[in-house]
């Protein structure tokens, strides 16, 4: 029905940068909020950031002036552009799209999740 494909991981050195993109398709007629979630091994799922159709956003307190979050609801696309990533950042970073609406269940609101990217940051 949905599938949410991310890109954008790597490795990089502490201080460095990357940009995660997360593209949504299938029968979707409109989505509320997407966002980032991460995991680090032995850790629980967090929130990174999140933004909404109208474009309010909600970050973790640790990425606060070093990740911004972004959407292009025309291309149900998501971003996280990442910004002097220290290694705590570690971790596989998960699109999420919730409040989803398909095409033909109007009166449903799902939750999709994308099959994560790997992002290590190397002291």
């Known amino acids: 029905q949905v ?3 991310e890109s954008g991981g790597g490795l990089v050195q502490a201080g460095g940068s ?12 409109s989505i509320n909020a997407m966002g980032w979630y991460r995991q680090a091994p032995g850790k629980q ?5 999140s933004i909404t159709r109208g474009d309010s956003t909600d970050y973790a307190d640790s990425v606060k002036g070093r990740f911004t979050i972004s959407r292009d609801n025309a291309k149900n696309t998501v971003y996280l ?3 002097d990533l220290k290694p705590d950042d570690t971790a596989v970073y998960y699109c999420n799209a919730d409040g989803v609406v398909l095409t033909f269940r109007p009166f449903e609101r799902l939750r999709y999740w ?10």
């Open 3 to 5: 599938q949410l494909v």
């Open 18 to 29: 990357l940009r995660l993109s997360c593209a949504a398709s299938g029968s979707i007629f």
């Open 81 to 83: 552009q990442m910004n």
């Open 114 to 123: 994308g099959q994560g990217t790997q992002v290590t940051v190397s002291s």
């Open 45 to 49: 799922r967090e929130l990174v950031a």
